[in-house]
């Protein structure tokens, strides 16, 4: 293995490659701060310019901008609160109360720093268990992943708020949106009024963009409107590096989201929105003082971000060893890699050793790159919290209207923008989380067609999801994950009760 993994450094540090490895870091970056384009946009825009390319050179730049978007998003989930793409969501949570705390930079620095871990552990894993961990995904068909996602979903009511009920409706008002649009099953229009727009369903940037883009800028006019508010130029920008201490800190979240991520990663179509969700879980039941996540607490930033980066490394584990896409940007480089003449599969390591150990040799320098490009720049993403709000607010804006429109340049997303907008303020005032409703939105589909799926296959009979112990598993982690706060909270009045 280490005579392949040379021989793969000597594919990836040839000039060509060095200079696409680093195109891709830097455009995955840049392009993952914008709302809604994300890799997948991002690799759809390159795979037109690098067709005349190589299978070897497609593939490193693809993979370069894959994992470069997903450190991307989290820069404006900390510092606007306005998740750059789906997986980003869970980041600005506690990202960006940090960055109104004064901490902004070292909520990035530890993005950054849990990035680099998680990417460089799945191109371990990658490297050692990438058989035996598609053996294990393979066992997972439509009621397993029916499972899966209802886990997921019940651990999205649980990120925000105190309240369970408030939650499950928000988490209800996301599921509900993501029913516009097509019938995956029959192929028929649903609730889209005859509009030609809203047949590939309500974007994720439009409600995203409008639940938290739209109050924040709302909620700032009204501050700095009042005497007593300081404006964003004299907010604390505090420190711009990470101390050792919170490195510490949150050591132990970069390895657990790091490990979650990628095991998620390998199951197709789970992606990195779900493994960001398991692990901020996962953080909150292991930790001492729960209540701290939703606050500002840095392991809130540390566990989603390697967890995300992490499934972006697994979920090339059933590209390459199956051939089996499990998102669209891992389809959009099956479809690179095709145009280049290779096939993944089981038998594409011995046939095209160049393009497998090619990839995980620039992956490696692909991740150190990203951590010299971007610790730098932490300070000059500070900033931006000290531009004036007259400037800052106008330009936040016009970003947002501007990567809703471009990514369909549909009208239809212009105008419920603000229609969003006016949700997020209203959710806001009634203390609704608002995570939940754009999770939803994005796993609803997902959901909806495992779900289905399962019950053609059994005739009707939901027993099918009982039957299959994975699956019941899942299930049962999921009235756990609901009624578990609950009961421990009916536990403690109990025994208060008895001591008095």
């Given at each position: 293995?280490l005579?392949?993994?040379?021989?793969?450094?000597?594919?990836?540090?040839?000039?060509?490659?060095l200079?696409?490895?680093?195109?891709?870091?830097?455009?995955?970056?840049?392009?993952?701060?914008l709302?809604?384009?994300?890799?997948?946009?991002?690799?759809?825009?390159?795979?037109?310019?690098?067709?005349?390319?190589?299978?070897?050179?497609?593939?490193?730049?693809?993979?370069?901008?894959?994992?470069?978007?997903?450190?991307?998003?989290?820069?404006?989930?900390?510092?606007?609160?306005?998740?750059?793409?789906?997986?980003?969501?869970?980041?600005?949570?506690?990202?960006?109360?940090?960055a109104?705390?004064g901490?902004?930079?070292?909520?990035?620095?530890?993005?950054?720093?849990?990035?680099?871990?998680?990417?460089?552990?799945?191109?371990?894993?990658?490297?050692?268990?990438?058989?035996?961990?598609?053996?294990?995904?393979?066992?997972?068909?439509?009621?397993?992943?029916s499972?899966?996602?209802i886990?997921?979903?019940?651990?999205?009511?649980?990120l925000?708020?105190?309240?369970?009920?408030?939650?499950?409706?928000?988490?209800?008002?996301?599921?509900?949106?993501?029913?516009v649009?097509?019938?995956?099953?029959?192929?028929?229009d649903?609730?889209?009024?005859?509009?030609?727009?809203?047949?590939?369903?309500?974007?994720?940037?439009?409600?995203?963009?409008?639940?938290?883009?739209?109050?924040?800028?709302?909620?700032?006019?009204?501050?700095?409107?009042k005497?007593?508010?300081?404006?964003?130029?004299?907010?604390?920008?505090?420190?711009?590096?990470?101390?050792?201490?919170?490195?510490?800190?949150?050591?132990?979240?970069?390895?657990?989201?790091?490990?979650?991520?990628?095991?998620?990663?390998?199951?197709?179509?789970?992606?990195?929105?779900?493994?960001?969700?398991?692990?901020?879980?996962?953080?909150?039941?292991?930790?001492?003082?729960?209540?701290?996540?939703?606050?500002?607490?840095?392991?809130?930033?540390?566990?989603p971000?390697?967890?995300?980066?992490?499934?972006?490394?697994?979920?090339?584990?059933?590209?390459?060893?199956?051939?089996?896409?499990?998102?669209?940007?891992?389809?959009?480089?099956?479809?690179?890699?095709?145009?280049?003449?290779v096939?993944?599969?089981?038998?594409?390591?011995?046939?095209?050793?160049?393009?497998?150990?090619?990839?995980?040799?620039?992956?490696?320098?692909?991740?150190?790159?990203?951590?010299?490009?971007?610790?730098?720049?932490?300070?000059?993403?500070?900033?931006?919290?000290?531009?004036?709000?007259?400037?800052?607010?106008?330009?936040?804006?016009?970003?947002?209207?501007?990567?809703?429109?471009?990514?369909?340049?549909?009208?239809?997303?212009?105008?419920?923008?603000?229609?969003?907008?006016?949700?997020?303020?209203?959710?806001?005032?009634?203390?609704?989380?608002?995570?939940?409703?754009?999770?939803?939105?994005?796993?609803?589909?997902?959901?909806?067609r495992?779900?289905?799926?399962?019950?053609?296959?059994?005739?009707?009979?939901?027993?099918?999801?009982?039957?299959?112990?994975?699956?019941?598993?899942?299930?049962?982690?999921?009235?756990?994950?609901?009624?578990?706060?609950?009961?421990?909270?009916?536990?403690?009045?109990?025994?208060?009760?008895?001591?008095?």
């Amino acid at each position: 293995m280490l005579d392949q993994l040379a021989f793969g450094f000597s594919v990836a540090l040839e000039p060509s490659h060095l200079l696409l490895l680093l195109i891709g870091a830097l455009a995955g970056t840049l392009i993952g701060v914008l709302p809604g384009l994300g890799p997948t946009a991002t690799i759809a825009l390159i795979l037109p310019i690098a067709y005349g390319l190589d299978a070897t050179s497609l593939i490193i730049v693809m993979a370069a901008v894959y994992y470069g978007a997903m450190y991307g998003g989290s820069t404006t989930s900390i510092l606007l609160n306005i998740p750059g793409e789906s997986a980003s969501v869970v980041t600005a949570i506690d990202g960006h109360k940090m960055a109104k705390k004064g901490l902004a930079g070292p909520a990035l620095a530890v993005s950054a720093v849990g990035s680099f871990v998680a990417g460089t552990t799945a191109i371990v894993l990658l490297m050692l268990f990438a058989p035996i961990i598609t053996g294990w995904a393979l066992k997972f068909g439509p009621p397993e992943y029916s499972g899966l996602l209802i886990f997921g979903l019940s651990t999205v009511v649980a990120l925000t708020g105190r309240s369970l009920i408030k939650g499950l409706l928000s988490l209800m008002f996301g599921l509900g949106l993501s029913t516009v649009g097509i019938d995956p099953i029959t192929g028929y229009d649903r609730f889209t009024g005859g509009n030609l727009w809203l047949a590939d369903g309500i974007e994720f940037a439009v409600v995203a963009v409008g639940l938290f883009a739209v109050p924040e800028v709302l909620d700032t006019v009204r501050n700095l409107m009042k005497k007593d508010a300081p404006p964003l130029s004299r907010l604390p920008l505090g420190r711009v590096w990470i101390s050792w201490r919170e490195l510490t800190y949150s050591g132990w979240s970069i390895v657990r989201g790091s490990l979650v991520g990628f095991a998620v990663g390998c199951l197709p179509g789970a992606g990195a929105t779900i493994a960001s969700i398991l692990s901020y879980n996962l953080e909150k039941k292991v930790a001492h003082h729960p209540e701290r996540y939703g606050t500002g607490d840095i392991r809130g930033v540390a566990a989603p971000e390697s967890a995300n980066n992490g499934a972006s490394g697994g979920s090339l584990v059933p590209l390459l060893t199956l051939g089996i896409p499990g998102s669209s940007s891992t389809a959009l480089m099956l479809a690179a890699l095709l145009i280049g003449g290779v096939t993944p599969g089981p038998g594409m390591i011995e046939k095209h050793p160049d393009v497998f150990w090619g990839l995980v040799a620039s992956m490696y320098m692909g991740n150190i790159m990203l951590l010299i490009i971007n610790f730098p720049m932490i300070p000059l993403w500070v900033k931006v919290l000290d531009v004036p709000a007259r400037f800052l607010l106008p330009i936040v804006m016009v970003i947002s209207v501007i990567g809703v429109y471009g990514i369909k340049y549909s009208p239809v997303d212009v105008l419920l923008l603000p229609v969003f907008g006016a949700i997020g303020l209203y959710m806001r005032s009634r203390d609704f989380p608002l995570a939940p409703v754009v999770l939803g939105l994005v796993l609803g589909p997902m959901l909806e067609r495992s779900f289905r799926q399962s019950l053609i296959v059994s005739d009707g009979d939901v027993s099918i999801f009982f039957d299959h112990p994975i699956c019941a598993t899942f299930l049962l982690l999921a009235v756990v994950s609901l009624l578990g706060p609950w009961a421990m909270t009916l536990m403690r009045r109990l025994r208060s009760v008895r001591s008095t």
